[in-house]
Each structure stands twice: as structure tokens, then as C-alpha cells.
């Protein structure tokens, strides 16, 4: 077994009030508090943060943005930096999403910018890669992986690239049912883990968390986590639901 430690992060992408985030976590924290293995993160929308995190205070379960920009504070109108994240009481970030990607027009630059933002003030940073079906389907899959891991870690200090959590997310895979098969995630994960290797080292990279994200489900999430590559899970649909994201925690 591997000696890292499993993070299961629930990203609920545009959903939820903050009393429904409430009632999220009033139902959610009784399921999961003896829960030590793994580290559980919750990514509300940035209206539902204060309520969430005033609702885990004191438990195991920690709380984090679903994007944030590069700079400190400036007129960036719409935009969310680092240290908001942090006086909300977040610890985590969740960095170049597909979907950030696909309709927001982020780069493996942008993406590059807002690690070495994250990193500066401390956030724990879940930066994503993965590939389009195409990509997939034209035998480019490592392709990409090695791209995006490479300019996403360009620069990035080795002392300060412990925090770093990686999601390999197949966008193929991402709300359509479609699932990467735990030898397809595993091999993914292989090859993210080697350009890490060579990015940062192979300390770093043999103790770099690789989550994968792509329609995980309670029905699937045991035999995802038992791949020795797999170290936890980003979890989309699933994790909207504090039973279904309950049984995910405790695969």
C-alpha cells in the first residue's frame, strides 16, 4: 500500500445555496467523522464557502475553491484571489478544471500562474489534467498528460512542491457515465507520475497525490482506489448527494 495519504474532493461545480450547503453538511459530517484515512475536501460554489466552512469547523473535513486567479487583488472584475480564499477559512483549490479549460479559455500558462500563486500563499492545490475524447481516440492521450503536466509544473521550486495534488481527469469521462477503466486511470497515472518525476524529481513525484476524476461513483470508487497509482478521487455528481458522497469517502 502506498504511504500517501488518500484525499477524496468533492467538487460541486454550480450547485447549491448556502442553506443548501448547510443542509449538505448537517447531513454529511455525522456519515464521515470517524473518518482519519483519508483527507475529505468540499469545493462549494464561492457564495456557499462561509456557510460551509462554518458548518465543518472543528471536524475532519476541509474546504476549498473551485478556481482562483493569479493575482493578489487588482480590477479583475468576477475574479477571486488566493487570499480571499484564505480569509474564508479555505485550505484547498481546485486549478485548471476542463471546464475552465473548455469554456473559460484557461491555458497550461494560466494554469502555470495560478500553482505558483496557490503555492505562495499556501493553498494545497488540485491541478487537472486530461484529455478530450478525440485526443483519446487519435492515440494522443500521453501526449497531452505530458504536456499539460510539464507547462502546468514549469518552474514550480522542488522545496515547495510537496503540497501539489494532481487530478487526472479524462474529460471524455467527466458527467457522461463513461468511466476510465481502473487499469486505463492507473496507466494515466503512471505517465503523469514520470513527468513529475522528471519535472521535480522522483521524491517528489513518489509522494505526489494523483487523484482521478471522471463520473466516480459509490458503485465504482473502491475499485478506482485500489490501484496503487490511484490516491483519491475528485468527484463531480456524486459528491451532491451526503449519502452517495458518504460511500465514496468510505470505499
Known amino acids: 500500500m502506498s504511504a500517501r495519504k488518500p484525499l477524496i474532493a468533492a467538487n460541486w461545480k454550480m450547485y447549491k445555496t448556502p442553506s443548501q450547503s448547510s443542509e449538505f453538511v448537517t447531513a454529511f459530517l ?3 467523522q470517524d473518518r482519519t484515512r483519508d483527507e475529505i475536501v468540499l469545493c462549494p460554489p464561492f457564495v456557499d464557502i462561509s456557510a460551509v466552512v462554518a458548518g465543518t469547523r472543528g471536524s475532519n473535513v476541509h474546504v476549498g475553491g473551485q478556481n482562483m ?8 472584475t468576477g475574479e477571486i484571489s488566493a487570499p480571499m480564499l484564505i480569509a474564508c477559512g479555505c485550505t ?34 488540485i491541478v487537472c489534467v486530461g484529455e478530450l475524447l478525440a485526443e483519446r481516440e487519435a492515440g494522443k492521450t500521453e501526449e497531452v498528460l505530458l504536456r499539460q503536466t510539464a507547462k502546468g509544473l514549469a518552474g514550480i521550486a522542488a522545496d515547495l512542491a510537496h503540497s501539489i495534488v ?8 467527466i458527467g457522461t457515465g463513461k468511466t476510465a ?7 494515466a497515472h503512471h505517465i503523469i507520475r514520470e513527468q513529475v518525476a522528471r519535472s521535480l524529481g522522483r521524491e517528489i513525484a513518489d509522494g505526489m497525490r494523483i487523484l482521478y476524476g471522471g463520473s466516480v461513483k459509490p458503485e465504482n470508487a473502491g475499485a478506482l482506489m485500489r ?4 490516491d483519491g478521487a475528485l468527484v463531480g455528481g456524486a459528491s451532491l448527494d451526503p449519502h452517495s458522497f458518504s460511500k465514496i469517502v468510505l470505499y
Open 227 to 230: 490501484q496503487e497509482e490511484i
Open 69 to 76: 486567479v493569479w493575482q493578489e487583488e487588482g480590477a479583475f
Open 92 to 125: 484547498h483549490v481546485i486549478l485548471g478544471h476542463s471546464e475552465r479549460r473548455q469554456f473559460f479559455g484557461e491555458t497550461d500558462e494560466t494554469v502555470n500562474k495560478k500553482l505558483h500563486a496557490a503555492l505562495k500563499h499556501k493553498l494545497t492545490p
Open 30 to 32: 455525522p456519515l464521515v
Open 181 to 187: 477503466t481502473p487499469e486505463m486511470a492507473a496507466e
Open 166 to 173: 494532481i487530478a487526472y481527469e479524462p474529460v471524455w469521462a
